[in-house]
């Protein structure tokens, strides 16, 4: 959920962006290459399903804290000015 927010896929825009984006971690990402899913006995898109249903981290965060006046702080992504990264899919 992490890496969707850095990458900047949403719930909204996930589909779309595996159907057309050549950046190569979209593209991990989305499960349209590399194995990691088989490696994990998931379903390649298993990390898009996740966007889908629930959104990326932001978005997650935003529905589920937002309301509550909760602001990011340190949660917000590290090129922002928190804390929040993730490690490369491969």
Do not use: C, H
């Not at 850095?6 to 979209?26: F, H, M, R, Y």
């Not at 909760?70 to 490369?88: C, I, Q, S, T």
């Amino acid at each position: 959920m992490v890496t969707a927010e850095e990458l900047g896929l949403t719930s909204a825009n996930v589909k779309e962006q595996a159907a057309t984006s050549i950046d190569p971690n979209v593209e991990r990402l989305t499960g349209k290459t590399g194995d990691l899913g088989k490696m994990l006995n998931l379903d390649p898109a298993w990390a898009m399903n996740i966007v889908i249903q629930v959104g990326n981290y932001g978005e997650s965060f935003q529905r589920n804290l937002g309301p509550l006046g909760v602001e990011r702080g340190y949660n917000r992504l590290w090129n922002d000015g928190g804390l929040m990264f993730a490690p490369l899919i491969r």
